[in-house]
Each structure stands twice: as C-alpha cells, then as structure tokens.
C-alpha cells in the first residue's frame, strides 16, 4: 500500500523512468522487515543508542572543563595507574611507595583494590596495539563513562531476566541516566566504583542467570564477575552478604532447588579462591567476621543437600524428622561451636568499625572521627534522595508491587538487593551509588508493566476504532458486542500513557540538569561567576601543586591534611606525611596535632616528621567554604583522639566555633589560624568591610598581626586558596 | 656535524704548534680603528665592533683572525662578521663563515676565529669589518641571591680593549646598560658614564692581544627567561595541516629568590615587589595558527590570550605562576597551521617544508633546541638545509594508525637566540600522495573485518554437541518460531484479501456499481483458495512439531475463527450484492448487512488478537 502511494505521489515524466521507478520502489518494499526483524532493529537501535547516551551524558565536565582527573582519590588511582603502565605489572604489584605516609610507606601492591587500574592500564595497551597513540590520562578520564555504558547494557539483561525485554530497555535507560549512578561516574572520575558497579550489576545478573538455568557456565561467569568485583572495590563485602541473604531467604521460602545449589557453591568456592589473589583481601574470606555469613550458608547448603539426599533414601517420615532433628542440631552446634573457638582464639576477626557503621549509623560519630569526618559518609537527607532518584523514588514501591504480584527467583532477588541496598544508602551518602542498580531495575519493572498493561487496555479497542469511518449505528453494534470494557477505557488509557510519558521525560531533563549542574565539577579547578556574568576560572591548586613539583627540591615532605594527600602525591610529586588512605590514625592524629598546637610545639612534630613545607588551604580570600578553618574541629578531634593534649573545647568560645576576636584564644593562635591568615589582616577583601573580612566564614578575623617565628611564606596563588610554608632549619643551622 | 672532535683535534695540534698559528698572521695586519658597541640592555649581551685592517705587509692576506676571551668563547650564540666595501655604506654579506676554531694563546686564555676573506688583501691595502658577536649567560647576578623586593644587580666582565690578535692604533668601546642605576664601573684611561652608557677610550696604540679588565655593576631587571631545554616537534600531514607543539623547560636564570614569597606585597605593591621577576611571555605564531592549546603535566593553563590577524598570531602567555629567580616551570604550547602556507614544491618533484627553526618567543635563550620534522608515512630522502650548524640525526615515531612509523629528522642545536635562530629552514623529502591513502585504507580494512567476522559468526554452528538436550530444544523452538512466522505471513495475504473485499463492498454502498464487487470476490476467493492449501500444510506441521503443545491450541482456535471470518464476509459480499441488485432501500440494506457486519468485526478482532498473542 504504502509503496503504491509513494509512486502515485511521484509524478511519471516518461514511461522508461516511470518503469525503473516502479522497479526502484518495489525492490524497496520487498527490504521491509517482518515484525520480528522489526523489533529486533529497534531495540539494537534503542540499545546502541543508549550505550552512546550513557557516554555522552557523562561528558560535561571535559567539554566544560578540560580532560581533567576529579576530586582526590582519582588522583592516586591515576598516579598508580601511570605507575603501572610505565614500569608493568610485577613493578607495580611488589610498589613500595616511600613518598607517602613519610616515614611509614605504604605498600600500594597489598593495600589497594587493582581492579580498576589493570582495567584501564589494558585498554590503554589495548589502544596503542591498534596504534593509537591516546595518553593514559585520557583513557583513566574516560574510563567510568565507558563502564557506565556497559552497566547499562548489562542493565537491559538483567531487566530480561526478571521481566521481559521491555522491562531490560527501561532499565537500561534508567541506568544510563540516573544521577545516583552518574554523580560517581562522570568523565574524569577515575574512581573505583566506576567500574565496581559494572561488575556488581554484572555479578548479580550472572547469578541470577545461573540461579535460573542452574547451568554451571552462568555459575563460573558470576564467579569470575565477583573476582573483577573484588580486584576492583572494597564494597565486594555486600555482594559476599546479600547473596548468602538471598539464599537463606530462598530456603526459608522453600524455593530450594537444585540450580540455586549448583550456584551458589560454584559462585562461593570459586569465588573465594580467585578473590583470595588479591593481596588486599587475602585470606579474609575464611578469616574475617563479616565473610562469615557467606561461609555459613555455604554449609547450611551441604546440609541441606544431605538431608535432601537422606529423604530420598529413607522411606520412613518418621525416621526422617527424627534423623532431622539430630543433623540440624548438630550442624548448628558444630558451626556456632567453630565461630566461637575462631573468635576466641583470634582467627576469625570481628567486624570492623566501617561495618559496624553501617549497621548502626550512629557508631562512627562516637567512635571513629576519622569515617564520620568524611562528607560522603554522613547519612543521607531525603532531599539528596529526591535528587538522585527522582521520580525513581516513586515507582520504587510500585515496581515492587509488581515484582510480588509475578514472584519467582529474579524478581526476590532484585526485592532483596532493593530493599537492603535503600537501608546501606539512608546510612551513607555515598551508598546511594549501590541501591541505585537496584532502584533502576525495580522502576524500570513498574514502568514496563505499567505501559504495557495501558497498551494493551488501548488496544484492544483499536480494531473498533479503524473501523469507526462506516456509520455510527456499526460503531453502537460494535461496543455492544463486546461488554466488559471500562467507560473511556481507551481515552483513559492513553491519558495515562502521556501521563507517565511526561513523568518520563521530565526525569530525563532533571538527569540532564543535575549532571550538568551538580555533578560534572572537577573541584580541582573551581569556576565561579561574575557580577558582571564572565565566568572566572580559580586554578590555585594546580598552581600551588606545580609550583611544588617545580620549585622545592625532589625529597621536600609535604605536610597537608590528608584530603589533600593524593593530590600532592600525584600532581606536585612530593612526599606527604598523610593522605587519603587513611590507614593510620595515629599519623593522622599528630598531623591534626601540630596543626591545632602553638607554633613552637608545632615545630617540634614537624621537626620530628621531617616536615619541608605545610601546605594549607584558605577560602577567605575567595569564600572558598570547604577549606581547612573549616575542617579544623576535625582535625581537632581526631588528633585528641590519640592525644589527650588536644582538648576540643580550648578552640571553642562557649562551646560556639569562631575565628573572629570571639575565638577561643588558643584559637587565635593555633598553627592552622597563623598560616591561614597570614598577612590576610593587611588585605581588603570586599569593598565595604574593613581589611581581613574573611569572605568564606563572612566575619572579620579575630587576630590581625600574625607573626610567624619558625616558618616563613614560601608561596602562595594567586586567589590565596593554597598556601605553602617553608619549615625554617633550627636556629643553629640557619 | 662533529664539531667536538674536530676541537679536541685542533686542540691536539695547538699542543704541538700554537705559536707557529698565530705568529705569522699576526705579523702583517694592523687594526687602525677599532668601534665596540656592547649592548646590555638585556639578558643577551650583543657586541658590535666595526674593524678597519690593513695589510701592513707585503704579503697577500686571505684570512683575517678574531678573537675572543675563551669565557666568552664558550657563550657564544651567534658570531658573524660582514665586510664592508668601499666608502659607501651599501654591505655586501660576503663571508660570515667560521672555518675553524683554534684555540688562542698558550694560557688558554683566547681563543681564535678566523674569517676567510673572499680575495686575499694585499700588501699596503685595507678594508672595514664588522664583526658580530651574540653571547647568553655572560651576565652574572651579583648578589646572587636576592629577596622579594629587592632590584637584580648583574656583574659583566669584559676588556676595555677590544681582544685582537693584532695591534690596534685607535679604538673606544661602548657599553649600553638597560637603566642609569650603576652600582660600579671599572675606570681604565678615559672613562665616563654618560646617562645610561659606560663608554671607554678612546685608547691609542694597544698592543696585539693586550687587555684591561673592566667590570660593570649595574642593575637589570629584565626578564631573564631561559628556556633550558625546547623541544619542538612539527609534524606534517598532507591532508592538510602541520601540527606543532612545542615543550618548554623554562627558567628564571637571574639572581635567586632568597627568603619568603609574599602573595600580598606581590599583589599589593607591584611596583617594589618582584622587579626581576615575570609573569608574562608574548609568542608570535605564524599567521592562520589555529587550534592553539597551552597546558602541561597536570592539565590546562587557563591564563592566556589568543589575538589574531591575517598578519601575525600572538599569544600572550602567563606560567601558573610568576617565575622569580631560579624557579622553573615546564609547559607545552601547541598550535596547528596550514600545510599550504609552508608546504613546497621544488623543481625537481621534492617536496619541501618551509618552517622557522626556533622558539616562538622573543627575549629568550634556548640552551638546548630539539627540533623534531615528523614527515608523514612513506616519505623517504630526507634531507635538510639549515643556515647554521646543527646536530642531525634520525628517529621513528609510531602514532595513530601507523604500520611502518614516521621518518623524523631531528635537530639539535645548543645555546639558540631567538633573532638569529629562529628563521626559516627547509626539510626536503620525496612523498608519493598515494601513501596518504594507507590509513584510510587501513581503517576500512578492520572494519570490512569485523563485519565479515560478524557474518561468519551468525552463519557458523557452534554447539559441540548436536544431540544435547538444550540444543534440541533451541532447534525445535527455531523451527516453532519459523513455522509462527509463515502462519502470520499467510494470515496475512488473506486479511489483505479480506480488506480489499470490504473495500470494494464499500464502494459498492457509495456507487451501487455491483461488477467490480463481483471481480473482487473473485480474486478474493482465488487469493483463499491458494492459501488454505499453505495453511493446511503448517496446520499438520504445527501438529507434528514437538514443541507445539502450548501454541497448538491457539493456532487451532485461529485458524477456526478465520475460518469463520471468511465465510461471515462471504455471505456479507453476497447478501450486499443481492440487496444491490435488488435496488433495495438503503435502510433495508443496512438491517440486512449489520447483523453479518458485525459478527465479522468480532470475528476480525479476535483473530487479530490472535495473530498478535502468536508473537508473545
């Protein structure tokens, strides 16, 4: 028909042209597809296109910016990774890195999750064997868009496997966009949930697959994906627990089966043993508290195998439950017998203090300064819930409902991973990132469901419809014929349809607007705008940082507070006595000590530490807020927590934290308060005020004539934010 | 070229005749005036000296010797000497070659340049020379080290006589000193300073090789920018452009910064704070640069400013921070231009590129200048012709999509100014244009591959076993999802028969024309003739296949109710067509149709369900 009208509208200017034409168009028509082939296309299409949104979403930050590595810890993946490309891999797994933790080292081969670097040290041999001559720091920046493409392939799949193909396209989407995923992901974050939550999403997918067909193969792929897990993030402990969950969960149900047994063995035992190469993880799976769960269950599964077996063999039900009862109750005993020697004799360690916190938000504030000093680690506010899952949060419930009403292994499994991973993500913000996969796939299972059940109520009134044109009497015999529809069933229908169609696309514009918005700064480099609207660019770290790498001799040490750590270790290239892996307490601790003491005693740790130069950073100039003045009662805290010297309330006025002539007079003289506003009394930093009006804090400082005896400015950029001192030698040695 | 071994073998034959050089060239020649300009505004001292030299002698003269400290000696950037013919001023650029380097004087003190002179001079005759000399480094801070707000004092040492191996009978020097703060100035005869130049002389009668020491403290707060190591590599594409990018080890190769660094004062007072110190640098790109980026190790410099006219590009560029003595930074500009403002042609087939050797920079001292000419793929005979000694050598560079690499002809030259190197040098080469094709052609290689690898793989059989379980089932559910799709397909022909039925019924209402109904019953009837065949033959297969016990029953139920379909719309076609030829009332026609019509709609619908509940 179509093809019919196509030569009617073309007008025939001679009969031989008319004739090819026809031909033309009628070897056009025979090309068209069958439905099948149809829907094939489109969803490779709709796939291929996602895969490409997934990456290009995340690209605001380098057309923005510049190809640059975000935030701190990127920066020691990278430096690592760069190591790792330029010396190989047995380099880089024996690395003792002697230019942190002055004088400790850290051992980075045994101390550092490797998945993530070997990841982008292979594509980076990868594309220099097709001759790409790409730099490596372009391949660690593009790195997490790359994953998230391939998250959200293995979305679609998973999506299939719970659902249908419908519910797999939705979830890809879901997860191609969704901010929770994105905050973590954009270009340049080269961080280790970047390619973590590809192989958690792949790793569970996997499983599923296998608890489905309970074939081996699927078993030994969600094995091997736990292994890429585990090589590349510490959050591998949730999938160690929320397996053995689900399992439980399954056999409390009576959902027992042959393929969850094939599964879950396989996934444990060869799990266990490929993550065990890891030098980090080591022997934690037999070895440590919170991989017992797993280890457990492992067992129960033998158990009730055995018992399985026994039923087969004994005819007799009443020697059965006898024989039950004595096989479950010494498995227990057994078993809680083993966990109580492993404990009491040390082999088995307890939990650690990250795990308790997540258990009990509230553990972290009263016994680890150092976890609860971190921003992403503080509970999350509904708000920052709203803003990463949008209206996620509202189809959450309604795919839940979904997946019950059609209840079978996939569908508990992902109500499993939802609900326990929505418990991780109220207790830390950045879990959010985990439940997000979870929050994808079970909207995407309501979003599906829903639209197809509203296409089918439209449809099935269409025929009717098309056949509307005759006269108005067939139209009355038609709707009589049928008798169970709804009144305006298919007006109704359709206006849900649009409806949740809006509600789609305004999601879409809110992922594009909080990833180009809140998610896509470097924070390495700041930009701010204008009164007159020019955007200012504030580059002071990398300035300060090259000035180090440049202009203090190679073995200088560094002292910072640790965030800054990595940073310096990888950009300015100079020892640091602390940095963001923050193993040491005590380390940390006498650096928060010296920065909170008088400068004298303060020059006897730094002395002691071999310190160079103190490196600060400073917002009053610019109004910079996340600066040190403003982490001081962290570093206050955490430095009286190993040195009672240090008392929280000598910094504080009437328990009140303030830095004008308010302050605490220990305040006023603390090392960190003399090297922040050094010589910033004699500036004018805002018209109207008068001279050291400190722009982050809005108040004029309390001390103005700063005198440094023991140190002396050695740099500071060019907008104030950093602020480098030199150490002075002793006075004998002048 | 080799010129360190031939020094250490001229240092050999100095070993064992020294005196014998010198002597006898000295013998003849006389310097009747001698006038030195020195130039100290910057960090680059420049020495011009204009020379009247008569042949005293009787002998022809073909070489005229020169003469340096050997301090001097080792700066030397640039050394040039141009006679000057006849009264007028017209310069004819006869000779500025260097034949040899011969050391001077048996303390090692002098060392000697000779200039060949184009025809000898003969006894009794004279003529004017200027010689040229350029030297870096000769400017040393005094004090060495100086804090943020102090001015940079520099110490120069030189003679007041102008160093010749040959007498000179008058002579006055000049030194030009960049501001009238004078810190001390050797005093040798007559001496004055006069606003911001020292002169000296002038001097009769000084005896060959006779010196006076003299030093000059003065302030210069010039920017001394001394790039130490540049490293530009030009790389040609002939699709279009040449990529340059130039990797700077920058310097401040003043006096040393002592003591703190204070942003404020820096900020504050620009006037008494950091006078020796810079924090700008102006490039000069070649005109149509394009493309231009500036960053380094850690990422982007945000701190420059691109302007731009059909003359020139110029860039003003701002280090992340002000260079005071003795820092450093490091830095890499990048620009491209277009290959036909510097690609050629030369008669003979060659081709040749066109470029300026040195830094884009004016006011700087290059010690050490790498230029790298990356040809493109398949190019082969390079050979070059700079103006000047250079070091050559040969690499490959391997980059994107490259099988065999890229020629690079690298070029080393130590201790370069940007007056005197920075001018245009050609690379020539031979280039078949047919080699720009390799890469594309590469390209389209690997993917013609992957897509041949994709095909095999849809078209192979890769199961191992064929009598597997799993793979038995996917066979039958193969052949299920084929035997569906000819279902629907044959459906399909008889629905459209079915509409164009109706449709003719319909036209049948609007003309009351019977005959064409007629011949579309007709067709239709033969269109269901045709297939039912078709349908009964996947019916019984539908039957035989295995796995065909849950779409059995709907396949069944289908073809029933089409069944059905047909004959309702038979016996509507013929009943319409009866009232028609009837010429019954519209009204009656309709009662009589509708009942029909509207089991037919029921009966369409639920097939078309049908057809569609196949697909799940």
């Given at each position: 028909m179509g093809a019919a009208a196509a030569a009617a509208a073309?007008?025939?200017?001679s009969s031989s042209s008319w004739s090819v034409w026809e031909s033309l168009v009628r070897s056009v028509s025979n090309f068209r597809l069958k439905t099948k082939q149809q829907e094939l296309l489109l969803r490779v299409s709709a796939l291929v296109l996602i895969y490409i949104l997934a990456f290009a979403t995340r690209l605001f930050s380098v057309l923005r910016y510049e190809s640059v590595i975000h935030e701190f810890d990127p920066y020691f993946n990278y430096r690592t990774t760069l190591y790792l490309t330029q010396k190989g891999f047995y380099e880089f797994w024996n690395w003792f890195d002697y230019e942190t933790w002055y004088p400790l080292g850290r051992i980075i081969g045994g101390t550092l999750y490797p998945g993530l670097m070997v990841t982008a040290a292979f594509m980076y041999w990868t594309l220099r064997f097709f001759t790409f001559a790409v730099h490596i720091k372009d391949v660690c920046v593009l790195t997490a868009p790359f994953f998230a493409s391939n998250t959200a392939i293995v979305a679609y799949f998973f999506g299939k496997e719970l659902r249908d193909r419908g519910t797999g396209l939705v979830a890809a989407i879901f997860m191609a966009i969704c901010p929770g995923y994105i905050s973590r992901s954009v270009a340049g974050s080269y961080d280790n949930e970047g390619v973590a939550i590809f192989a958690l999403v792949l790793t569970f997918y996997l499983f599923v697959k296998a608890v489905n067909t309970g074939s081996l193969a699927w078993s030994v792929a969600s094995a091997f994906a736990y292994f890429y897990m585990v090589s590349a993030w510490g959050g591998y402990i949730f999938i160690i627990n929320l397996i053995p969950i689900y399992v439980i969960v399954l056999l409390v149900t009576g959902r027992y089966s042959m393929r969850l047994y094939i599964a879950y063995n396989t996934l444990y035992i060869l799990g266990m043993l490929l993550a065990m190469q890891i030098r980090f993880v080591g022997f934690q799976h037999v070895q440590s508290g919170e991989h017992m769960a797993a280890l457990g269950v492992f067992f129960l599964m033998q158990v009730f195998y055995f018992i399985d077996w026994v039923r087969h063999q004994l005819a007799d039900p009443k020697l059965f439950q006898a024989f039950l009862k004595t096989t479950v109750i010494a498995a227990v005993g057994v078993g809680g017998l083993a966990l109580v020697v492993g404990m009491a004799t040390g082999y088995i360690s307890p939990w650690t203090g990250r795990f308790y916190s997540l258990l009990d938000p509230t553990y972290a504030k009263d016994h680890i300064p150092i976890i609860a000093s971190v921003s992403e680690h503080q509970p999350t506010s509904w708000s920052s819930f709203m803003f990463d899952f949008h209206i996620l949060l509202i189809l959450f419930p309604a795919g839940l409902y979904f997946c019950f009403k059609k209840l079978n292994d996939a569908t508990i499994f992902i109500i499993i991973y939802g609900m326990t991973s929505l418990y991780f993500a109220g207790v830390m913000v950045r879990l959010i990132l985990v439940a997000t996969p979870a929050v994808c796939l079970i909207s995407a299972v309501a979003v599906s469901a829903t639209l197809k059940n509203l296409s089918v109520l439209y449809r099935e009134k269409a025929p009717a419809v098309t056949s509307a044109k005759t006269s108005a009497s067939q139209k009355a015999s038609a709707k009589s014929g049928i008798d169970q529809k709804l009144p305006f069933q298919q007006e109704g229908s359709l206006l849900l349809v649009l409806g949740s169609l809006y509600l789609l696309v305004n999601f879409v514009f809110h992922c594009t607007w909080v990833t180009s918005e809140a998610y896509s700064s470097p924070s390495i480099v700041l930009a701010a705008r204008q009164s007159n609207g020019d955007r200012v660019i504030f580059d002071d770290f990398r300035e300060a940082y090259f000035w180090l790498r440049h202009n203090t001799p190679p073995d200088a040490k560094v002292m910072s507070w640790w965030d800054y750590g990595y940073q310096i270790t990888a950009m300015a290239n100079r020892t640091v006595i602390v940095d963001n892996n923050t193993w040491n307490n005590t380390h940390i601790a006498t650096v928060g000590r010296a920065m909170s003491s008088y400068e004298d005693e303060a020059y006897e740790i730094m002395k002691e530490l071999d310190v160079d130069y103190v490196l600060v950073v400073f917002g009053g100039v610019t109004g910079y807020s996340s600066d040190d003045i403003n982490k001081f009662l962290w570093m206050v805290r955490i430095g009286g927590g190993v040195f009672p010297i240090i008392k929280e309330q000598d910094y504080l006025n009437n328990g009140e934290y303030r830095v004008d002539s308010q302050a605490a007079p220990k305040m006023l003289q603390c090392l960190m308060y003399k090297l922040c506003y050094y010589r910033f009394g004699e500036i004018n930093t805002e018209y109207g005020r008068p001279t050291g009006w400190d722009r982050a804090r809005g108040i004029e400082i309390g001390n103005k004539d700063v005198e440094l005896e023991y140190l002396e400015e050695a740099f500071t950029t060019s907008n104030w934010i950093v602020r480098i001192y030199k150490v002075k030698p002793s006075a004998n040695r002048r | 070229m080799n010129e360190n071994t031939k020094f250490q073998l001229a240092f050999l034959l100095f070993l064992a005749a020294s005196s014998y050089l010198i002597s006898p060239a000295a013998a003849n020649l006389v310097l009747n005036r001698v006038d030195r300009r020195v130039d100290l505004t910057s960090q680059i001292v420049r020495i011009a000296s204009s020379l009247k030299v008569e042949n005293a002698g009787t002998d022809d003269v073909s070489e005229i010797l020169f003469s340096l400290s050997t301090e001097h000696a080792e700066k030397v950037a640039f050394l040039q000497a141009v006679l000057v013919e006849g009264k007028s001023k017209s310069k004819s650029k006869s000779t500025a070659v260097i034949l040899t380097v011969t050391p001077g004087s048996s303390d090692g003190r002098v060392m000697l340049f000779s200039v060949a002179l184009p025809k000898p001079l003969k006894g009794g005759d004279s003529l004017s020379l200027e010689t040229y000399v350029v030297l870096t480094h000769v400017l040393k801070p005094f004090p060495e080290e100086i804090g943020q707000s102090d001015a940079q004092l520099v110490l120069f040492h030189e003679s007041a006589y102008f160093l010749s191996p040959y007498p000179v009978k008058v002579q006055s020097t000049t030194f030009k000193l960049p501001s009238s703060r004078v810190e001390s100035y050797s005093k040798v005869g007559v001496t004055k300073l006069v606003d911001s130049e020292v002169r000296y002389g002038p001097y009769e009668n000084v005896e060959a090789l006779a010196t006076a020491p003299i030093t000059l403290h003065f302030e210069n707060n010039q920017p001394f920018a001394v790039v130490e190591e540049l490293v530009r590599e030009i790389e040609i594409s002939h699709w279009g452009n040449i990529y340059v990018t130039e990797n700077y080890k920058l310097s401040h190769g003043g006096a040393r910064h002592k003591g703190s660094f204070s942003r404020f004062d820096y900020q504050s007072r620009p006037a008494q704070s950091g006078a020796a110190s810079f924090r700008h640098l102006l490039a000069r790109l070649p005109p149509h640069a394009h493309s231009v980026y500036y960053r380094d190790e850690i990422g982007n410099i945000s701190t420059s400013h691109l302007r731009s006219d059909f003359k020139k590009t110029e860039l003003e560029l701002e280090p992340r921070y002000p260079l005071f003595g003795g820092w450093k930074v490091t830095f890499t500009l990048g620009y491209s231009v277009p290959l036909e403002d510097f690609m050629f042609k030369s008669s003979d087939g060659r081709r040749f590129l066109n470029i300026t050797f040195g830094s884009s920079f004016g006011h700087v001292v290059v010690d050490n200048l790498i230029v790298k000419v990356v040809l493109p793929e398949g190019s082969t005979q390079p050979t070059i012709s700079v103006p000047f000694a250079v070091e050559q050598d040969k690499e490959i560079k391997h980059t994107y999509l490259d099988t065999v690499g890229r020629p690079v002809v690298v070029l080393t030259k130590k201790n370069a100014v940007p007056e005197h190197h920075n001018i245009f040098f050609q690379v020539y080469y031979r280039f078949n244009s047919i080699a720009m094709l390799a890469e594309p052609l590469l390209l389209v290689t690997g993917f013609f591959a992957f897509f041949v690898l994709c095909i095999a793989y849809v078209h192979f059989d890769f199961p191992i076993s064929k009598s597997s379980a799993s793979f038995q089932a996917q066979v039958q559910r193969e052949e299920l999802v084929d035997l569906v799709q000819r279902l629907q397909k044959v459906m399909g022909i008889q629905g459209e028969a079915a509409d164009r039925l109706e449709a003719s019924l319909r036209d049948v209402a609007r003309s009351g024309d019977t005959a064409p109904c007629k011949v579309a019953r007709k067709t239709a009837d033969a269109t269901w003739k045709e297939t039912s065949k078709d349908l009964k033959a996947l019916s019984e297969s539908f039957h035989l296949s295995a796995r065909s016990s849950f779409v059995l029953p709907k396949v069944e139920v289908l073809l029933q109710k089409e069944k059905e379909m047909v004959e309702k719309l038979q016996q509507k076609q013929v009943a319409t067509v009866e009232a028609y030829e009837r010429k019954l009332s519209s009204k009656d026609i309709d009662a009589r149709i509708a009942p029909l019509q509207s089991k037919y709609s029921t009966l369409k619908q639920e097939v078309r369900d049908l057809i569609y509940a196949l697909d799940d």
């Open positions: 073309a007008p025939p200017p | -």
